[in-house]
């Protein structure tokens, strides 16, 4: 399955606690516009960004949703500030803080 592409990496789940990482937030971001190169930018800034763990393109009036972790408050702050208050091409963004984190899944039930 692998060298046919369905596998498309192995990987290990680490428990964020046991490392440290105490942030989970789930990020609504609102871009300017939605012309090609904004929205590749943004595809590239998050796809580069280590502790952006999950990115969405969607639809409905907001332009990504990212699952974000952080080590701490301060560490957010600052990840913040680079990826979404001191980016021009960001309209508006709004962070959820997980209280804690229910489930957390990556495999996939195939029909």
Do not use: W
């Amino acid at each position: 399955m692998e060298a046919a592409g369905v596998i498309a990496a192995n990987v290990a789940l680490v428990d964020a606690d046991a490392v440290g990482i105490t942030i989970t937030s789930i990020v609504e971001v609102q871009l300017h516009d939605e012309n090609a190169a904004t929205v590749d930018r943004a595809r590239a800034l998050f796809r580069d960004t280590p502790e952006v763990q999950q990115c969405f393109y969607v639809t409905g009036g907001i332009s990504f949703v990212l699952i974000i972790l952080a080590a701490d408050m301060r560490s957010y702050e600052r990840l913040t500030r680079r990826l979404f208050a001191e980016n021009e091409s960001v309209k508006s963004y709004r962070s959820l803080l997980a209280l804690d984190r229910v489930k957390v899944e990556t495999r996939m039930i195939i029909p």
